[in-house]
């Protein structure tokens, strides 16, 4: 889809759709097959704006130090998959 439609087209809409179902879910009634569906729903969407689609966008963007640039943008997702249990337990919900 990405490579027919391009990188912004296609991570808005999955961006969009994904928080749709975010918000679908949290409106689910107390069904176990239904939140079975959503959630599978979900997953699909969650590839849409993973980081794949950033990655495909700074390869096409640099050409020179294209390496650095993937590097610094990947940055976010190890630092943020290190910072978020730590938010989370300290959180009162």
């Known amino acids: 889809m990405i490579d027919r439609n391009g990188v912004k087209r296609v991570t808005l809409v999955f961006i969009a759709l994904f928080g749709m179902y975010i918000m679908a879910m949290s409106l689910t009634p107390n069904s176990y097959v239904r939140y079975l569906l959503l959630f599978s729903v979900l997953g699909a969407f969650s590839a849409g704006q993973a980081p794949l689609p950033y990655a495909k966008a700074i390869s096409a963007a640099f050409d020179a130090k294209r ?13 943020g ?3 978020m249990p730590g938010l989370r337990s300290t959180s009162t919900i």
Do not use: S
């Not at 390496?67 to 630092?79: D, Q």
């Open 81 to 83: 998959t290190a910072l």
């Open 67 to 79: 390496g650095l640039a993937l590097g610094i943008a990947m940055t976010g997702v190890g630092v």
